[in-house]
């Protein structure tokens, strides 16, 4: 029997709409709309849609938009300041600096320059640390969205065995992380990983986020396992994610589909965030 599909587009829904209801409970509660505030620089074409689609679904929520955009040449001192104008604004609750930036600006060294408490993405050092020592904070989205879609599904984590493949900062070690603050026996995968089939084989939980297209096979797959595709890859025949999807769908149990598994999440738990980062600045 094919595994079941979890379909990240649904459960993003409803995340939307549990956190517009938030933030109408909020503003209710007399306190002013949440604020996001995104920066870019340059006139990068995807990240320009991405931008444009985290206000507009902040705006669909009621969370108040701050949509900085800056010329491709601008001095890095200049977008420092900004960042700096951004963590000191009371109506800001929430900021995120696209990446990827030019070449003549740090973007990672500018994004640990962003509050913790304001840290929506999760990314900074501070937010790194909270994260591994389990302490509150804010958490990477789409590490967070992946998580959610396995709570929703009321997948078992505790004592289970579960197999990251990828050591990113932006997924791979946090989503790690997050399992195992779930009591999974968590076993991260690389480049150095020796018989990476068989130790993926071990996994009632994978997480595949390598960014190579169809990379994970179904001899790969625990009969039953639940598989996360996190990739995102482009090529000739359109998107793919890091697991050959129609051959794992036989043997799986429960499967993201990409597009429309993780993707969607990445944004509903950034709005989450940043209503959570307005409820810890009141507090």
Same mark, same amino acid.
């Given at each position: 029997m094919a595994a079941a599909l979890i379909d990240g587009k649904a459960i993003a829904a409803q995340?939307?709409?549990?956190?517009?209801?938030?933030?109408?409970?909020?503003?209710?509660?007399?306190?002013?709309?949440?604020?996001l505030a995104t920066v870019l620089v340059g006139e990068d074409a995807a990240s320009a849609v991405y931008v444009g689609t985290k206000q507009r679904t902040s705006a669909e929520v009621g969370i108040r938009g701050f949509d900085h955009r800056l010329a491709a040449d601008t001095p890095e001192?200049?977008?420092?300041?900004?960042?700096?104008?951004?963590?000191?604004?009371p109506e800001v609750a929430g900021i995120l600096l696209?990446?990827?930036?030019?070449?003549?600006?740090?973007?990672?060294a500018l994004s640990g320059e962003i509050s913790p408490e304001k840290d929506v993405d999760g990314l900074t050092a501070v937010s790194a640390g909270r994260l591994v020592k389990g302490a509150p904070g804010l958490r990477?989205?789409?590490?967070a969205g992946v998580m959610e879609l396995l709570r929703r599904h009321d997948v078992v984590l505790e004592g289970a065995e579960a197999v990251v493949l990828g050591r990113s900062e932006l997924v791979g070690k946090p989503v790690a992380s997050l399992l195992l603050?779930?009591?999974?026996?968590?076993?991260?995968?690389?480049?150095?990983?020796?018989?990476?089939?068989?130790?993926c084989r071990r996994a009632d939980v994978l997480v595949a986020a390598v960014g190579r297209a169809r990379m994970v096979r179904a001899d790969w797959v625990k009969p039953g396992a639940t598989?996360? %595709?996190?990739?995102?890859? +482009?090529?000739? !025949? &359109? @998107?793919?994610g890091d697991v %050959?999807?129609?051959?794992? +769908?036989?043997? !799986? &149990? @429960?499967?993201?589909?990409?597009?429309g598994g993780?993707?969607?999440m990445t944004v509903a738990m950034l709005l989450r965030n940043t209503l959570t980062a307005a409820s810890l600045a009141a507090s």
């Open positions: 995340v939307r709409a549990e956190v517009a209801a938030g933030v109408a409970e909020w503003v209710a509660a007399g306190h002013r709309p949440p604020g001192a200049e977008v420092r300041a900004l960042i700096e104008r951004l963590n000191a604004d696209q990446l990827p930036t030019p070449p003549h600006i740090d973007g990672s990477p989205c789409t590490p603050a779930a009591n999974a026996t968590v076993t991260t995968c690389h480049s150095r990983t020796r018989d990476l089939p068989e130790v598989v996360i %595709d996190v990739g995102t890859n +482009r090529t000739e !025949a &359109g @998107l793919a %050959d999807f129609d051959a794992v +769908r036989e043997v !799986a &149990g @429960l499967i993201t589909p990409v597009p993780v993707g969607p």
